[in-house]
């Protein structure tokens, strides 16, 4: 009944395997892929022919989580795997960017990749077997695919590169002192396709030897998937790209000059009103026949490439007037909006981010409920890109694929820099509106995000900068590197490749090749002038700020305490009741957590104090020959019950109230009066013994006996 093949290899600590034949037969290619305990199916169907009029190529990748997976029932009200989790929707666009290039040239065909995660054993991540597993897929399914790819996760601790380190290993590496480093490389055989990384300021020649790891390591993984072709991939889908060099002949003729007259113009609002107007001109001249060519769209693509491409490598000069290791004109702001926690303005060129800092508590972390276990972060970062940033009408709606993906990187950039949870116990969000776009937004929202939260005064180790390169690669082997890329540059360039760091080393890196890959010699110039770059930029911010500022008044003010674990449960109280009745007398938030870190937040430095002083009498200890000042709660005939420290009560014996004889306690005292009181000690049942008669009550201070 069914055909199986399977094939193994020992892959760095685990066996990984393939496995096809037996499940989802129906789709184009389906494998299920192990690592360890850990496995992925991924299952590929296409369509055999191309929507008319389609003039991009519709490929859609969907990756998923299923809380079977790890034997855990899913949270919320319904019980069931809901919209993709923010961890889904990076890994299917992880998936997405390294075999997108690899279609033939011409393939428009609808493709839809889908990864479902079936089994995880917390230790292998799932996201680099859900990748190995589509590219065996696709590599069987008889797709005009020109892989295969596989890919890989490197660690680096003590000096040394690690394979496919533990989910535990890269888990909030920045309480991990030894883990610096978390990177996801994609590749073919020849070349480096995709690379995903935050760092913890590693210098470039490390961040590029891990590269290179990488992708050595990968190849048995690509060996393993040929062979699992060779013995059961279906023939090859009959594809041929399409010819139109003659219409693309017409359209150069019809065009050419007004087009590069059009790409001369470097304000991005004024060329694309040029380019627009060159496309009309062009099509003017052009037949019924030629107009109605569904291969029209890519002759206008490749006339526009050819123009942008050609004369940056012959001249050295790019379509703004810049040379190609040249920044654009940058101006930094900081405290723009008066009543927010930290505000940023970063304007480069025609890219600007207005990025806001918020500090909250420890009741505003997010709670992740994640396939390897449930955790908490406090470091949030949201990325927002509206339609009027590139002067453009669209619909607005929750936060897109792409925003999730920008934020991310963004998170990833600035999150090495930021102080130890104990030394600064805020959650911190920052919110990166973009207001204009020519160019890399997510590197704009690293730099705003930099400024803005020293403007909120977060002690960052070190400012962050980021830049974005392009790359032009010639069919010679020509090529020029292009340090922060417009638009155009990204849309019709060969690479796109972000780094961010500091003046010290990077702390994330980002690349994406629109071709079949790079050279490392090609990567290593790139990374020498992406860092001139970041340490030009760091410049021009440090004319903003460069440390942290003080506090906004507007911001809460946040102490913390520890307390031994074993007084916890009186501070909370039965049912809480305790830690309610503190944070309704002093009006601060009380956080407490089960290492007995307490952590008091107000914008008001008097509630702090009140409810630190009601934390510490529950749980300090009352100390022998101090004067405390209480309340008498109740008199009796041999004396007078005075609660002095807390919730804690002591007796003032008749004889220790005045230096007389008195016949009652209550010839001097009644309940509810103040008194001042020296502890003398406790008795041998543990009862606490109170002294009047030696505190003078008006000063509080001792009565020596000579007095």
């Known amino acids: 009944m069914f055909n199986v093949t399977k094939k193994s290899i020992q892959w760095g600590e685990e066996t990984l395997t393939l496995e096809t034949g037996k499940v989802a037969r129906q789709a184009d290619g389906s494998v299920i892929a192990t690592l360890g305990e850990t496995s992925v199916m991924a299952n590929v169907t296409f369509a055999r022919k191309q929507k008319p009029g389609q003039d991009f190529f519709p490929l859609t990748v969907h990756y998923q989580e299923k809380y079977y997976a790890a034997g855990k029932v899913p949270g919320g009200f319904f019980k069931r795997e809901a919209r993709p989790t ?9 998936i997405d960017r390294p075999i997108r290039p690899l279609f033939v040239p011409g393939f428009k065909n609808e493709v839809l990749v889908m990864c479902t995660v079936l089994s995880h054993d917390l230790v292998n991540d799932p996201d680099m077997v859900a990748m190995i597993a589509a590219s065996a897929a696709l590599t069987i399914s008889g797709a005009p695919f020109m892989g295969p790819i596989a890919s890989c996760r490197v660690g680096f601790e003590d000096g040394d590169y690690v394979l496919n380190p533990t989910v535990d290993d890269m888990q909030d590496l920045r309480l991990n002192p030894e883990q610096r480093l978390d990177l996801v490389v994609a590749g073919t055989k020849d070349a480096v396709m995709m690379v995903e990384s935050e760092a913890y300021e590693l210098t470039e020649a490390e961040m590029l030897g891990a590269v290179n790891f990488a992708h050595e390591q990968i190849q048995p993984v690509i060996d393993l998937i040929i062979d699992l072709a060779e013995d059961c991939a279906k023939e090859p889908f009959d ?17 050419d000059a007004d087009m590069r007259a059009a790409f001369a113009i470097s304000d991005k609002q004024e060329r694309t009103s040029a380019v627009a107007a060159a496309r009309d001109t062009i099509k003017a001249a052009l037949t019924e026949e030629q107009l109605d060519d569904a291969n029209l769209g890519s002759a206008l693509k490749k006339l526009e490439a050819g123009i942008l491409r050609g004369d940056v490598v012959k001249t050295g000069v790019r379509i703004d007037g810049r040379k190609t290791d040249e920044i654009r004109p940058i101006v930094s702001e900081t405290g723009l909006l008066p009543r927010t926690h930290g505000s940023a303005l970063f304007t480069r060129g025609e890219t600007q981010g207005l990025v806001v800092t918020t500090l909250g508590t420890g009741d505003d972390e997010q709670f992740i409920d994640a396939l390897h276990g449930n955790f908490k972060s406090n470091f949030l970062l949201h990325y927002n890109f509206p339609p009027y940033s590139v002067g453009e009408v669209g619909r607005v709606g929750g936060p897109g ?35 204009e776009s020519n160019g890399s937004s997510s590197m704009a929202s690293v730099c705003g995000g930099s400024l803005s939260m020293m403007d909120a005064g977060v002690p960052l180790k070190a400012p962050v900068a980021g830049v974005a390169m392009g790359l032009i690669l010639e069919e010679d082997g020509s090529y020029a590197i292009l ?10 360039g060969d690479m796109d490749f972000k780094v961010a760091g500091t003046e010290k080393g990077i702390t994330s890196l980002q690349m994406d090749i629109k071709i079949a890959g790079i050279t490392p010699e090609i990567m290593e110039k790139a990374l020498e002038q992406a860092k001139a770059g970041r340490v030009h930029i760091l410049g021009e911010m440090a004319n903003a700020l460069t440390e942290a500022s003080d506090f906004s008044v507007h911001a809460p003010r946040i102490e913390t305490m520890q307390i031994p674990t074993d007084k916890i449960r009186e501070v909370i109280g039965s049912g809480g009741k305790v830690i309610r009745e503190i944070v309704e007398v002093s009006g601060a938030k009380v956080d407490i957590n089960d290492e007995g870190i307490i952590k008091i937040a107000s914008p008001n430095g008097e509630s702090i104090k009140k409810a630190y002083d009601m934390i510490y009498s529950i749980v300090a200890e009352p100390e022998e020959g101090a004067i405390y000042t209480g309340k008498v709660v109740k008199i009796v005939d041999f004396g007078a019950f005075v609660n002095f420290f807390g919730k804690r009560d002591g007796l003032v014996h008749v004889s220790q109230i005045e230096n007389r004889r008195l016949n009652h306690p209550s010839d001097v005292l009644k309940e509810g009066q103040e008194v001042k009181v020296k502890l003398l000690g406790f008795d041998d049942r543990g009862k606490v013994r109170l002294s009047m008669k030696i505190v003078d009550q008006a000063t509080g201070e001792e009565i020596k006996p000579e007095e």
């Open 86 to 94: 923010e961890k889904e929707t990076l890994t299917a666009r992880l």
């Open 239 to 255: 594809f041929a790209a399409p010819d139109y060099s003659e219409l693309f002949e017409a359209v150069k003729a019809a065009g």
């Open 401 to 435: 694929r792409r925003e999730i993906g920008h934020g991310k990187l963004a998170w990833r950039a600035l999150q090495a820099v930021l102080p130890a949870s104990t030394d600064f116990p805020y959650t911190i969000r920052l919110v990166s509106e973009i207001t």
């Open 483 to 492: 340090s922060d890329i417009l638009g155009d540059e990204d849309h019709l």
